[in-house]
């Protein structure tokens, strides 16, 4: 038998081993075979030394990279730890886990990275954000305000749970090294042997710069004695645990942003228009049996609730049962295993404990005791589906209260749609629910009455069965997290998440300095003429605020006619003067599209250069009537600029250059305005 691999920490850019005996330390056991895998390391940990080298080296390093580089950064890690994924897996069988199981742990995790990566697309070339548009404080314009978002110089300190190891840390990670911050990550020591495995890739891939990730396996009691203001705090666990920390002095004097996700009675609802035998019948089912044995219900969105209507209880629960007696529980190294053990003896015995609670109010109507395929009930930590019952849900207590965290959930009976609601309410706050159905008055009423005490609601049906993730999947740009009970956080949730590492801040001043500070023009800055034409201009040459200003054209009624014809947009106020009265028009006006068509054909320098090729219309509005007569003029405005990364050797350097085109009358107002996209290639193609 080989040796349990002693777990190290990883701090201010080295492993640090114990410096204790090995009699000393915590030994962490199979979940299957109850034999020794790995050691805790016990020693404490300077704490105070990893916050200093966190802020002061590995927030540097990743505050100065741009938007674009970070995410390129997660790309690479992503591709990195996808190319060892099997190594991970092998590790995985130890925490009890079958191949699927883990898929989520594993290639869940690793998706959360590519997720972000590609995020990276949704904001600028620069270190900052900007949040919004500039807005306008003053009457002629020359004093203007923005909302910029800054990565917050300290770091996050993230304490995760022992059921997700590495999608645990994996899918927090990516949303702050992307914003800008360096994280501390604290793997609940039951996995950690696991989290551990990857934090080594990690390093060993030379891909983060330093500072940017450090790890903690063992206890750290003093963990949060050192946050101040700079720093931000999530936490996965129990909600008794996270309200503690949450009352720290150093959170509360500080103010430091706190995000809890606990434990929650999550629910599943069946529809009371839903009979046996139709479609989402036998998909409420599926999805249930599927939430009670994956990961053993070791989820935090596991359905520990099942709401049906008063006449389906029998037909359910005897199609649950039926569903349930299907699952082979063992080895998941076993050929046929489905479902495997608990991560521990410990976390077995909390999880009976609690069944007993329940079972104070509820009855068990199945539980499955069979032996494990390959192993013993002694050596590994198994338990059974166990499917409880409970026919008065409103005199409940317990039953909406009391979480076992295992292949546990209570069968309850509601006698109209307004009970359902009300039902799933009582778990004061939950981080998912599922509503089965396909009458869309149902769904509506009760999504509507619903959300506020959920975080997340998938609405199941034979339409989008096929392809949906789930009831108990959250996904990386939607929001993970609920009300009350749940915790009150939000984590993922694409640039949402982004955001919660950053500093809003509000900055104001005059267009062309909120500009130079925003690196992107704003309305009303100084524009300089550009020497040469824009679109002779490589992507490196371009400078914000440098601007074309185009010659005049005078719109005839023949325009308005010829661009109907050729659009074939006959709207009545183009093409009908006798049709305007009642109207805002004074007579036949020009087609916004017409008006955008023109300002191209006015701006556009006709010979060959670095322009690639348009690559689109970000925004777009027609400001005031253009009719016959009028003379309008352009003013290309280099407004923003984000460099692109090779695909392939053979790729063309360029970048994305958006344009800010504003198109004024003869007397001097807007008519209309856009932001255009280009294509422009670099002059340097080394690059």
């Known amino acids: 038998m080989t040796t349990p691999h002693h777990l190290e920490h990883y701090l201010c850019n ?121 807005i306008p404080l003053s009457k002629e314009g020359s004093f203007v305000g923005h909302h910029i978002l800054v990565p917050k110089q300290g770091v996050a300190i993230h304490i995760n749970a022992f059921n997700f190891p590495i999608w645990g840390m994996l899918e927090k990670v990516a949303v702050n090294w992307l914003a800008g911050v360096p994280a501390i990550v604290k793997p609940a020591s039951a996995t950690s042997f696991l989290t551990e495995a990857v934090v080594r890739e990690i390093i060993a891939s030379n891909i983060l710069p330093a500072g940017a990730i450090q790890l903690i396996c063992g206890p750290a009691r003093n963990l949060l004695d050192h946050v101040d203001e700079r720093d931000i705090v999530t936490f996965t666990g129990s909600a008794e645990t996270g309200r503690k920390l949450k009352a720290l002095p150093r959170i509360i004097e500080n103010s430091v942003p706190f995000n809890m996700e606990a434990d929650s009675l999550n629910s599943s609802i069946l529809g009371p228009q839903v009979e046996p035998g139709d479609v989402e019948f036998n998909l409420f089912v599926k999805e249930v049996r599927k939430e009670m044995t994956v990961k053993c219900g070791q989820k935090c969105t596991a359905i520990r609730r099942v709401f049906v209507p008063k006449h389906l209880m029998e037909p359910v629960q005897d199609a649950l049962i039926a569903a349930l007696k299907k699952t082979t529980i063992g080895d998941p190294q076993r050929e046929g295993v489905r479902m495997g053990a608990l991560v521990n003896q410990a976390q077995k015995e909390e999880v009976l404990l609690k069944i007993a609670e329940l079972e104070s109010e509820a009855s068990c109507v199945y539980r499955d005791q069979s032996a494990p395929v390959g192993a013993t009930n002694e050596s590994g930590a198994f338990l059974g589906p166990t499917l409880l019952r409970m026919d008065t849900p409103l005199d409940a207590v317990r039953c909406h209260e009391v979480e076992a965290f295992g292949p546990v959930s209570t069968l309850m009976p509601y006698n109209d749609l307004g009970e359902a609601i009300e039902l799933a309410n009582l778990g004061k706050g939950s981080l998912c629910c599922s509503f089965v159905s396909h009458n869309q008055d149902n769904v509506r009423d009760f999504v509507l009455n619903a959300a506020p005490m959920h975080g997340r609601i998938l609405v199941l049906d034979r339409d989008c069965s096929n392809e949906s993730t789930g009831h108990g999947s959250p996904l990386p740009l939607l929001v993970h997290g609920g009300p009350g009970r749940a915790g009150g956080g939000e984590e993922m949730g694409g640039m949402r998440g982004v955001h919660h590492y950053m500093q809003r801040t509000a900055i104001q001043g005059s267009p062309t300095m909120v500009g130079a500070i925003t690196e992107s023009y704003q309305p009303g800055g100084q524009q300089v003429e550009a020497n040469p034409h824009l679109f002779q201009q490589h992507f490196e040459d371009l400078q914000i605020g440098h601007t074309v200003t185009t010659a005049k054209h005078t719109v005839t009624e023949a325009d308005i006619v010829n661009f109907a014809n050729v659009s074939g947009d006959h709207f009545y106020a183009h093409v009908d003067e006798t049709s305007l009265e009642g109207t805002i028009f004074t007579g036949r006006v020009a087609h916004g599209y017409y008006l955008l068509s023109k300002a191209a054909g006015l701006f556009v320098d006709p010979k ?80």
Do not use: C
């Open 14 to 134: 080295k492993w640090v081993p114990s410096i204790k005996l090995a009699k000393d330390s915590t030994a962490l056991l199979h979940a299957v075979h109850g034999n020794a895998v790995a050691r805790l390391n016990e020693d404490l940990v300077d704490i105070e030394s990893a916050m200093h080298f966190a802020r002061t080296v590995g927030n540097v390093n990743l505050r100065n990279l741009t938007f674009q580089e970070r995410g390129r950064m997660l790309k690479a890690l992503a591709l990195h730890l996808h190319s060892k994924k099997e190594t991970f897996y092998e590790i995985s069988w130890a925490t009890g886990a079958t191949r699927n199981d883990s898929w989520i742990d594993i290639e869940g995790g690793i998706g959360n990275l590519f997720s972000y990566a590609s995020l990276r697309k949704q904001f600028g070339d620069t270190p900052f954000a900007l949040d919004g548009f500039g």
């Open 608 to 687: 060959k250069g670095p322009v690639l090729l348009n690559y689109g219309v970000e925004s777009a509005r027609f400001t005031k009537p253009v009719y016959p007569g009028a003379t309008v003029g352009v003013k290309l405005t280099v407004k923003e600029k984000i460099a692109q990364e090779k695909r392939s050797p053979e790729d063309v350097s360029k970048g994305i250059v958006k344009f800010y085109v504003e198109m004024q009358d003869e007397t001097g107002e807007s008519v209309a305005i856009a932001t255009i996209l280009t294509m422009v290639k670099m002059r340097n193609q080394e690059v």
